[in-house]
């Protein structure tokens, strides 16, 4: 079983639209987690950090489900821009911070 | 702006051929890590530094070494390549009360014939 495991896509909607990301995560003790996002044949770039209470951030919102050790990313009004695969990250690091990265979720907006 | 560069953007080596992977970042970052991304395997930790001279094994690090004389710049080495090193790597690095927060350089595309 992956330890980080998210569904590849790719999710193709048009641009308006409301789109959701999950991700479930195996290692209980993870300390902290977040959602990255990769551009074609770009770097890594971090979105925003998950917190337990659900975080927001203009059109994007992150929940965390410690119980069900799943993660989400929400994405309101999608713009052509928002097209990018969206790496769930996970620190299963205790002292070291560790990150164990998902595959990716690739999204394509059209117009 | 942290900015994190990288030595090459696309290599061409040969099997055996040592490779010499250099990355620096201008941050004054505690952390940095070298990773390869694979597609459908993701990113996968092969070594990272905490401090100057120490170097911990992520999860892939057999056949890479590493080495980190100064606090900028993290190199990452292939001693004897081999056909199933060929990958995008990538170098990270972050504060290290803040390690989830890592910024990459731009990758390097390794091919080895």
């Known amino acids: 079983r992956k330890e980080v495991e998210q569904d590849p896509g790719p999710f193709n909607v048009p641009e308006g639209a409301t789109v959701a990301f999950n991700c479930t995560y195996s290692?209980?003790?993870?300390?902290?987690f977040f959602w990255y996002r990769q551009d074609c044949r770009k770097e890594p770039k971090l979105l925003m950090s998950v917190y337990s209470s659900g975080n927001e951030d203009g059109r994007f919102t992150a929940q965390l489900n410690r119980a069900s050790q799943y993660i989400s990313l929400l994405i309101r009004d999608s713009k052509l821009s928002d097209s990018a695969t969206y790496l769930c990250?996970?620190?299963?690091?205790?002292?070291?911070?560790?990150?164990?990265f998902g595959t990716g979720t690739r999204l394509l907006v059209s117009p | 702006d942290v900015k994190v560069t990288q030595s090459s953007r696309y290599l061409v080596k040969r099997t055996g051929e040592k490779v010499f992977l250099e990355c620096v970042q201008d941050m004054d970052h505690e952390n940095m890590f070298w990773y390869r991304q694979d597609p459908g395997l993701g990113l996968r930790l092969i070594y990272f530094s905490y401090d100057v001279k120490m170097k911990e094994k992520g999860d892939i690090p057999e056949g890479y070494s590493v080495s980190r004389e100064k606090k900028e710049r993290f190199s990452l080495i292939l001693e004897s390549a081999s056909t199933n090193q060929t990958s995008m790597y990538l170098c990270?690095?972050?504060?290290?009360?803040?390690?989830?927060?890592?910024?990459f350089g731009p990758g390097t595309r390794l091919t080895v014939t």
């Open positions: 990250v996970v620190n299963e690091g205790t002292g070291f911070q560790k990150l164990v």
């Open positions: 990270a690095s972050s504060f290290s009360d803040r390690g989830g927060e890592q910024y």
């Open positions: 290692n209980s003790a993870s300390q902290s």
